[in-house]
């Protein structure tokens, strides 16, 4: 497998009023905010499009589970599938089944310090 992770995918975290931290990101540092928090676009090395999204979730949240961690990183993959049979055959913990959505795939794992860490095969779809 030549990639595993090719890029950051997603900042999540927990606050007590994600809209008041989005609107307070927006104001501030110019962060274009929705329902969604933020969302980054780039290329890659080869030009492709690519997003990252930055997104700030309620305090009460289970996105996280069993992480008890306020916040999650997401990293984009290739081959989310191969990826994650590699993964579990050495050892890594695997939290729930693969999710597909219009905009990729998804899988989450634990790392050695019981993050919870999201994984995602982006399908990007060129900027607007």
Known sequence: ??????????????????????????KHLGFNTDDYG??????????KECTTQWSPFPDDTNYFKPSKKNFMFNYRV??????????????????????????????????NDGNKIELWEPIDTPFL
């Not at 933020?38 to 030009?47: L, R």
């Not at 729930?96 to 990729?104: A, F, L, M, T, V």
């Open 78 to 111: 290739e081959n989310l599938k191969e990826l994650l049979k590699a993964l579990k055959k050495e050892g890594v913990t695997i939290v729930g089944d693969i999710e597909e959505y219009e905009y990729g795939k998804f899988g989450w794992i634990l790392d």
């Open 38 to 47: 933020c969302t980054f676009k780039w290329k890659d090395q080869e030009g």
């Open 1 to 26: 497998m030549k990639y595993r992770v090719t890029g950051i995918g997603g900042l999540f975290f927990k606050t007590k009023d994600p809209k008041a931290t989005k609107d307070w990101y927006k």
